[in-house]
C-alpha cells in the first residue's frame, strides 16, 4: 500500500525532469528516478513497520474510525466515566456498536446466593455475568494476571455460557472476596475506578446459615449425595430435598472466632472498595423484597425487566431443623452480638 502510494507521487516530478533535459539518455533517467522511487519507498515501509510493531495492528487502524461513530452527547456529565463503547477484537458489536455498555464486578462470598444472584441477572437479555471467573488460579497469580483478565472481560472478549455479545448493556464477573481480591485490594480500587467499574457488593445477613451451607456443602464434595455427583445449587426440589438432608454438627468452640472473621472480612472489603461506585445488597433482602432486583437494574442503567432463575434453595425452613447440634448452637450465641443469626429469619 505505501509503496503504490510513493510511486503516484513520485512519478511527477519524473516527467518535469525529463522535459528540463531532453539531451540526456530518457532511459538512463527513468531507471534512476525507479531505483530513487524504490529506496524511498522501502524506507517509508521500514519506518511504518517500527511505528506499528508490537502493538496489535487491528486495534490501531480500527480505534479513531469507531470512536468518531458513537454519539454520546445525550449521556449526562456525572454518567461519563461509567460508560464505554468496547471494540471486541473477536467480532463486531453491529447494530448495537453505539449501544453504551457499563462495568460491574459482584463482590461476594461463598455460599451468600451470588450463584442464584448471577442466574437472575443473566436471565436479563442485556446483561452478561460471566461468573467466577478467578476460582481459576493462576488468573489471580498476580496483578498483571488480573488486570489482563478483566481487560479481556470487559472488552466483550470473554466467552461463556453468559456471553451476550453485540447487545449486552452491562458485563461482569463474579469475585469472591478470597480470590485475590482483598489481596491486592489496592491495584484493583484502582482499576476499578480508573475504567468506571460499579462494584455490586453481595453479602448474607445471616453469618449462621451460610456457615451451616458450607459445610453442608464441603460434606457433599466428598460425599456427592446426588448419584455420586457434587452439586453445589440445584434446579429441582427433589435434588434440593436430597441435600438438605444432611445436617451438618457446628463445632461451637469455634463458632464466634468463625463468623467474627467473615463480618471482619466483610467490613473490610466494604472499607476498602468504598471509594468506588457501589450498590450493597442482602441475600436475605433479595428473597423478601423482588424491588431490590429493580434497584440493581436501575443501578446497571439497564432496561427494565422482570428476573427469573431455575435454581431452587437448597436450605429451606428453620435453621433449627438444618443442624444436628442446634441446642448447643443456641447456647454459644445467646447473650453475643450474633444471637439475632438464631432468630432472623425469612418465609419462602
Ligand atoms: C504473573 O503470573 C503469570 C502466570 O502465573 C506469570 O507468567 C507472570 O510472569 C507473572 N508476572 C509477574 C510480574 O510476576
Ligand atoms: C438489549 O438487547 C436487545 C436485543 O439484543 C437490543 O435490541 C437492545 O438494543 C439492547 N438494549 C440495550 C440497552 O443495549
Ligand atoms: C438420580 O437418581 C434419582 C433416583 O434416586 C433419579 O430420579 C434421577 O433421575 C437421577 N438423576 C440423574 C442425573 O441420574
Ligand atoms: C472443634 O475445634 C477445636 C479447635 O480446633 C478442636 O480442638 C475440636 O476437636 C473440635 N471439635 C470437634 C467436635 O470437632
Ligand atoms: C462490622 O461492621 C459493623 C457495622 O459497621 C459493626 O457493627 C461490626 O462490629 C463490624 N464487625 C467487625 C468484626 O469488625
Ligand atoms: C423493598 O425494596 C424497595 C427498594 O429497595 C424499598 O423501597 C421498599 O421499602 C422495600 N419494601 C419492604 C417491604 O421492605
Not at 449526562?76 to 453491529?94: C, Q
Request: hydrophobic share 40%; charged share 20%; with cysteine.
Amino acid at each position: 500500500m505505501p509503496f503504490v502510494f510513493t510511486i503516484q507521487i513520485l512519478s511527477l516530478p519524473k516527467d518535469s525532469l525529463i522535459v528540463k533535459h531532453p539531451k540526456k539518455n530518457p532511459l538512463v533517467l527513468r531507471m534512476l528516478v525507479l531505483m530513487f522511487v524504490m529506496v524511498c519507498g522501502v524506507y517509508i515501509c521500514s519506518v511504518c513497520l517500527k511505528q506499528i510493531g508490537g502493538h496489535p495492528t487491528v486495534r490501531l487502524l480500527s480505534y479513531p474510525v469507531a470512536e468518531r461513530a458513537c454519539d454520546v452527547a445525550d449521556i449526562e456529565l456525572s454518567e461519563k466515566p461509567y460508560v464505554h463503547y468496547p471494540k471486541p477484537e473477536t467480532f463486531n458489536r453491529e447494530e448495537c456498536a453505539c449501544n453504551p455498555v457499563r462495568y460491574f464486578a459482584i463482590l461476594s462470598t461463598q455460599r451468600s446466593g451470588s450463584g442464584w444472584f448471577e442466574t437472575l441477572l443473566n436471565s436479563h437479555m442485556n446483561i452478561s455475568s460471566n461468573g467466577e471467573i478467578f476460582s481459576v488460579k493462576v488468573r489471580r497469580s498476580n496483578i498483571s494476571t488480573i488486570v489482563e483478565t478483566l481487560d479481556k472481560i470487559y472488552n466483550l472478549d470473554w466467552f461463556t455460557s453468559a456471553s451476550k455479545n453485540e447487545c449486552t448493556a452491562a458485563v461482569g464477573l463474579k469475585w469472591m472476596l478470597n480470590q485475590g481480591l482483598m489481596q491486592h485490594h489496592e491495584e484493583i480500587a484502582e482499576y476499578l475506578n480508573s475504567k468506571g467499574v460499579s462494584a455490586i457488593f453481595l453479602f448474607r445477613r445471616n453469618l449462621l446459615r451460610r456457615m451451616i451451607s458450607i459445610l453442608a456443602n464441603s460434606f457433599d464434595q466428598n460425599a456427592k449425595l446426588l448419584n455420586g455427583t457434587h452439586k453445589s445449587h440445584v434446579h429441582s426440589t427433589h435434588d434440593a430435598k436430597i441435600l438438605a438432608s444432611y445436617k451438618p454438627v457446628v463445632n461451637t468452640s469455634l463458632l464466634i472466632p468463625n463468623l467474627r472473621q467473615v463480618e471482619d472480612l466483610v467490613n473490610k472489603s466494604m472499607e476498602y472498595f468504598k471509594s468506588t461506585r457501589h450498590i450493597i445488597l442482602y441475600y436475605e433482602d433479595i428473597i423478601n423484597n423482588r424491588t431490590k432486583l429493580v434497584d440493581v437494574q436501575n443501578f446497571l442503567r439497564v432496561p427494565l425487566r422482570d428476573l427469573s432463575s431455575r435454581q431452587v434453595k437448597i436450605h429451606k425452613g428453620s435453621l433449627a431443623s438444618q443442624v444436628e447440634n442446634w441446642g448447643d448452637i443456641e447456647k454459644a450465641l445467646e447473650g453475643t452480638p450474633y444471637q439475632s443469626y438464631l432468630h432472623e429469619d425469612y418465609k419462602l
